[in-house]
């Protein structure tokens, strides 16, 4: 039997559709919420057999996500979704590059303290070999 890693994730913009598409067909992974700003928005991607939201404190607060991944951008509300998840014993994925600028140590200290992982990564020149 195999473990499944429970994931939520916050942001369905390039970004978001582009982890999720990486993910779905992962069977050590279920992505169990995706939290979107307008859930009435047309997608050229079909994510009807997701749980969309939006409202995305409900990953910070759902105990059966085991990770949450903030690919929506900006300070707000990301800031403070992601400062309740680590809280919460979430591990937290990020590209947020401005996230960790303005609050990155913060941030570690927070997740340090509830024993998790703040994981981020900005590819800048990522393309070139």
């Known amino acids: 039997?195999?473990?499944?890693?429970?994931?939520?994730?916050?942001?369905l913009?390039?970004?978001?559709?582009?982890?999720?598409?990486?993910?779905?067909?992962m069977e050590q992974f279920e992505i169990r919420t995706i939290a979107v700003?307008?859930?009435g928005r047309a997608r050229d991607t079909d994510f009807s057999n997701?749980?969309?939201t939006d409202d995305p404190f409900r990953i910070a607060d759902d105990p059966e996500i085991?990770?949450?991944?903030?690919?929506?951008?900006?300070?707000?509300?990301a800031y403070q979704v992601v400062k309740r998840a680590l809280s919460s014993?979430?591990?937290?994925?990020?590209?947020?590059?401005?996230?960790?600028?303005?609050?990155?140590?913060?941030?570690?200290d927070l997740a340090?303290?509830?024993?998790?992982?703040?994981?981020f990564e900005a590819a800048v020149g990522g393309g070139i070999p």
């Open 13 to 25: 913009g390039t970004v978001g559709t582009g982890v999720v598409e990486l993910l779905r067909d």
């Open 66 to 77: 085991d990770i949450l991944v903030e690919v929506a951008g900006g300070i707000d509300p």
């Open 112 to 119: 340090n303290r509830h024993h998790v992982a703040i994981l």
């Open 50 to 52: 997701f749980e969309l």
């Open 1 to 11: 039997m195999t473990t499944r890693t429970t994931i939520g994730i916050f942001g």
């Open 89 to 108: 014993g979430k591990h937290v994925v990020t590209a947020n590059k401005e996230l960790i600028a303005r609050h990155g140590p913060e941030i570690f």
């Open 37 to 39: 700003r307008d859930l």
